[in-house]
């Protein structure tokens, strides 16, 4: 049995290596991030004053806004999109290796169930 674990966490470990690693899999993972980071990007969000600023202030303000969402939003969203899709793979392969590891020990229940 302990065999077949390490056979099973073996197989996990060489799928996770293929999904961030292979080349046709790390064009969809790229191409996969980039379009979830642009849906993410074309949302509109916008900023409310309590109280109606003058034209120099709102004028700074809009530059600030504009600055942020063009410059330095993009790789931060973008990194975090990647981060949250490795994880949503690694996690399906971990499902994966989980089920494997339950039919493993069903079947060995039912053959030393049959044994006795």
């Given amino acids: 049995m ?13 799928e996770v290596f293929h999904r961030e690693h292979d080349k046709s899999s790390v064009g969809d993972f790229t191409k996969q991030c980039l379009h979830v980071t642009e849906d993410v990007l074309q949302q509109k969000y916008h900023f409310h004053f309590h109280k109606l600023p003058d034209a120099n202030r709102a ?3 809009n530059m600030i806004n504009n600055y942020v969402r063009e410059a330095i ?3 931060v969203i973008e990194k ?3 981060r949250q899709l490795r ?8 499902l994966n290796m989980n ?4 039919e493993a020990l069903s079947e060995d229940r039912a053959t030393s169930g ?3």
């Fill in 87 to 94: 994880l949503e793979q690694r996690l399906e392969a971990m």
């Fill in 59 to 61: 004028e700074i303000i």
């Fill in 73 to 75: 939003l993009p790789p």
């Fill in 2 to 14: 302990q065999k077949k674990f390490q056979e099973i966490l073996h197989r996990y470990k060489v």
């Fill in 99 to 102: 089920r494997e590891v339950l």
């Fill in 80 to 82: 975090l999109v990647e």
């Fill in 114 to 116: 049959a044994k006795h």
